[in-house]
């Protein structure tokens, strides 16, 4: 049995630290989602700045924001682990504290939950000096060799049938089922844990939109 797009809930899980600067953006843009989230779940990973002052006055607002406020900084992997128990989304969304998603983004993840475990949004960097990079994915459906991706994803090489795929955690979603089976994030992982999220579901031989 597969829920149709319209039955699928998602849980948006947001990671922040020392973000006063761009946090606000992020928030807005979750709620500004034209499918809303079931619940938004934020995690603090023991920020110094104004962050805290920032979220606490959503909180005031917005009953479906949780805030877990962390003493120690314990990196995204754990924070995004610890954020995602305990939720009741069938989906999980990942959004970062320096990044804006347009609103369709979670309607697009849904769409490709129809037929996919994990699934990744195209995306545009903007560096501090205005220069930016695309990051397009194609729109297909793929079972993904893992031993062609730990290549691909290590060292840049890949077969000319790869499909064009990016992976950053930032514009991934993934079914909750699935997180739970593979133990989620990787905790000593405090860099490249979106790959390592990535290869893991590729070896229980899932499908990727």
């Given amino acids: 049995f597969r829920s149709s797009k319209k039955d699928l809930t998602y849980t948006a899980i947001l990671c ?10 992020a928030v807005d843009s979750i709620l500004k989602q034209s ?19 920032i979220l606490s006055g959503y909180l005031e607002k917005h009953s479906e924001i949780k805030l877990i406020k962390l003493l120690k900084n314990v990196g995204q992997s754990v924070a995004r682990n610890l954020a995602s128990k305990n939720v009741s989304g069938d989906i999980l969304i990942f959004f970062d504290d320096d990044d804006e998603s347009l609103p369709e983004r979670a309607s697009e993840h849904l769409a490709m939950h129809e ?56 514009t991934c979603s993934i079914n909750r089922s699935l997180f739970n089976e593979i133990d989620g994030f990787s905790d000593d992982f405090r ?3 979106d790959v390592d999220l990535f290869l893991k579901s590729t070896l229980m031989n899932v499908s990727v939109s």
């Fill in 16 to 25: 922040t630290h020392n973000a006063e600067n761009t946090v606000e953006a």
């Fill in 35 to 53: 499918i809303k989230p079931k619940e938004i779940i934020i995690v603090d990973d023991s920020s110094s700045d104004k962050t805290i002052e």
């Fill in 115 to 170: 037929s996919s475990q994990v699934s990744f949004v195209s995306s545009r960097k903007v560096y501090s000096d205005s220069y930016s990079l695309e990051y397009i994915n194609e729109s297909i459906t793929l079972t993904p060799n893992t031993s062609e991706w730990v290549i691909k994803l290590t060292t840049g090489v890949s077969n000319p049938h790869l499909n064009n795929l990016w992976v950053p955690c930032s």
């Fill in 191 to 193: 860099r490249l844990e």
